[in-house]
C-alpha cells in the first residue's frame, strides 16, 4: 500500500512538471513576436544586431541631424552621448518629435542603418496636453512649470 502512494506522488509530481515545462514553452513561443528588446546607440554601436532583429532604440535625436526627404521618408541620427546611429523612417512623426528630445523606435539595423517601423516621441515630466492647459488657464489655476 506504501509503494502504491509513493509511486502515485511520483506520477503526479511528474506530471506536473511536464505540463510546467509544456505550458512555458508555449508562453516563449507566443511571445517570440511580441518582444522587442530595448537596445541604446552604444550597445548598437558596440555590437551590431543582425538585419532580422526587431528591437527598440532610444535616446536623443541629434541636433542638425532632421533630414526630411522626397515623399515621407525622414532621416536623422539618434544619440546617447556615447554612439550616435543613423535611423530611416517613412511615416508620419509624432506632434512632440523634434531635435534634442527623446525619442523611441521600433525596426530593425540593416547597413548601419536603423530602419524603424514606429517611432515614438518622449517628453519630460513637466509635460501637459495643449487641451488641458488651456482649461486649467479658463479656470485661474494653470502655474507656469518651473526650469
Given at each position: 500500500m506504501k509503494n502504491l502512494k509513493k509511486q502515485r506522488?511520483?506520477?503526479v509530481i511528474a506530471i506536473a512538471a511536464v505540463a510546467l515545462i509544456v505550458a512555458t514553452a508555449l508562453i516563449g513561443y507566443a511571445l517570440q513576436d511580441g518582444i522587442n528588446y530595448f537596445r541604446s546607440p552604444s550597445q548598437v554601436a558596440e555590437?551590431?544586431?543582425e538585419a532580422s532583429e526587431v528591437f527598440r532604440i532610444g535616446g536623443l535625436v541629434a541636433e542638425g541631424s532632421l533630414q526630411r526627404g522626397q515623399g515621407?521618408?525622414?532621416r536623422f541620427a539618434v544619440t546617447d552621448g556615447g554612439a550616435t546611429v543613423q535611423v530611416a523612417y517613412t511615416g508620419v512623426l509624432p506632434d512632440l518629435f523634434e531635435e534634442n528630445q527623446g525619442m523611441v523606435g521600433t525596426g530593425s539595423y540593416v547597413n548601419g542603418v536603423f530602419e524603424a517601423t514606429e517611432i515614438l516621441a518622449?517628453?519630460?515630466e513637466t509635460y501637459m496636453p495643449k487641451e488641458v492647459m488651456d482649461a486649467l488657464k479658463e479656470q485661474g489655476v494653470y502655474q507656469e512649470p518651473e526650469t
Open positions: 506522488r511520483i506520477q555590437e551590431p544586431p515621407e521618408t525622414v518622449k517628453h519630460d
